[in-house]
């Protein structure tokens, strides 16, 4: 069972969401569908990070299929994140692998995808916890594509989780299907904390489907049981992801980020900051198969300022923790 | 339950809540977050697709014209402001005023303000130096 392990009795709130000991940061980027740049936006936001501070290290997290390597121009690797997971190297810091960028490490994806992709829940916890102690000033995680319980839960421990998103209606159904499955599984682990086993019941039959059950659910414990609404008040009202709308073409895909934030605080009343868009360019690609990192070849192109600016931002929420 | 401002429901917003915009909007700024709005929750919309049902969409889209038509005209969003200053303690009524209306913004200064204004102005006449200081940009 989940609150067995996701809750100790001694936190304020489930082990997920608890603040590491030391000051650092940690972001993760997903965003559910593949394709839609979420690798290209976490390995520019590594390299941009370490060029400014040093001390980066990012983990591809992508159960699935990791390429963050590939992004980073890492040819050959000895260790990977699942021989952490097997036991085989004890512990994630000595997993980490250098870059040819400076100051900045990886924690490479595992080849062994059936092995990770079915990471079971304790080596799981053991993996979210080892990611909360590592010894770096900077965490990026690359959650990669899907909306396992495995892939929410490293999505759900950073802050802020990245959504990525194009402006593509596939893109977009299933950013939200991600980001209804986050609302869920937050919901579920603070009722399981809190022991609200009726409401716990209550939410496998009420929310799997549109937004409506989500705004029906939530109404429901407002005006039946107000002690119950200020905790998971509390608990969404922290979520707080941000949104970057990559690959945009013009000022209608620019403002379509701006709407999607509105769309979602409406029906799925969470709070999605809108930290900006990234033009496309076709010299993204280039780069992806000749192994050279954009923001390095291509530093003052649109698409770098862009990030440049979406990186301050992220900052900006960042220190506000 | 309105200190669960994440929790409001649809139906319980305000005509500036559905739109998105602060309580000073302009009438261009009113425009414009009706246009995005509308092309967000339309039947068309990107930013609402696979999200909303059927009903929902007609709801935020008959509330969009409403809060539109309302807050657009003058005299109607005057009403409009009334009703809701209750329900909205950071409200500034006049706060749109002040940009368009300078006759307002004298009646808004206290009378200390305006004495001091006067002596000075008197002052640099006076001292047949040019009074430099213009009135605010309105």
Redesign the interface.
């Known amino acids: 069972m989940h609150q067995d392990i996701l809750t100790d009795g001694r936190e304020e709130k489930p082990a997920l969401f608890t603040v590491p000991k030391e000051r650092k940061t940690i972001w993760a980027v997903g965003g559910g569908k593949g394709g839609t740049g979420k690798s290209f936006i976490a390995s520019s936001l590594g390299i941009l990070l370490a060029s400014e501070q040093g001390d980066v290290t990012m983990i591809d997290a992508d159960l699935g299929g990791p390429n963050l390597h590939t992004l980073l121009a890492v040819r050959e690797a000895d260790r990977d994140i699942g021989d952490f997971v097997s036991g085989k190297i004890p512990s994630l810091r000595e997993t980490a692998i250098p870059t040819p960028i400076a100051g900045l490490k990886l924690v490479k994806g595992s080849e062994n995808f059936l092995f990770m992709a079915n990471l079971n829940h304790l080596k799981k916890l053991k993996l979210i916890r080892q990611i909360k102690s590592l010894e770096t000033r900077t965490i990026i995680i690359d959650v990669g594509t899907g909306s396992s319980f495995n892939t929410l839960d490293f999505f759900l421990l950073a802050n802020p989780g990245i959504l990525v998103v194009t402006?593509?209606?596939t893109s977009?159904?299933n950013a939200?299907?991600f980001l209804k499955s986050c609302i869920v599984r937050v919901l579920k682990l603070y009722m399981e904390f809190y022991k609200m086993q009726d409401l716990v019941r209550h939410i496998a039959d009420h929310m799997e489907n549109?937004?409506?059950s989500i705004?029906s659910f939530?109404?429901a414990i407002?005006s039946h049981d107000?002690g119950s609404?200020?905790l998971l008040?509390k608990a969404?009202?922290v979520l707080r992801p941000a949104l970057v709308m990559n690959k945009a073409r013009d000022e209608r895909d620019v403002?379509?980020g701006?709407?999607?934030a509105?769309?979602v605080?409406?029906?799925?009343?969470?709070?999605l900051d809108y930290v900006g868009a990234v033009p496309q360019d076709e010299r993204v690609h280039d780069c992806v198969k000749y192994f050279k990192p954009y923001l390095r070849e291509y530093p003052d192109s649109p698409t770098s300022r862009s990030i440049r600016e979406i990186a301050g931002r992220l900052k900006s929420r960042s220190s506000l923790y | 339950m309105s200190q669960l401002p994440l929790f409001k429901k649809i139906e319980d917003m305000d005509h500036y809540e559905i739109l998105n915009i602060p309580l000073d909007a302009t009438a261009d700024e009113i425009e414009s977050a009706y246009k995005l709005a509308r092309s967000a929750y339309d039947e068309n919309g990107l930013a609402s697709y696979s999200l909303l049902s059927p009903e929902e969409r007609r709801e935020i889209l008959a509330r969009l014209e409403e809060a539109f038509e309302t807050l657009y005209h003058f005299e109607k969003r005057i009403a409009y402001d009334k009703n809701i200053v209750a329900a909205r303690p950071e409200f500034r009524q006049r706060a749109y005023f002040r940009k368009s209306t300078a006759r307002i913004e004298i009646d808004d200064a206290d009378g200390t303000h305006l004495l001091f204004g006067r002596l000075k102005s008197a002052i640099h006449r006076f001292l047949g130096k040019k009074d430099r200081e213009e009135p605010a940009d309105f």
Request: charged letters at 25%; a positive charge; hydrophobic letters at 40%.
């Open positions: 402006p593509e209606p977009i159904e939200y299907h549109n937004s409506n705004r939530i109404n407002v107000a609404a200020h008040y969404l009202k403002l379509l701006r709407s999607i509105d769309v605080r409406k029906y799925l009343v969470v709070e």
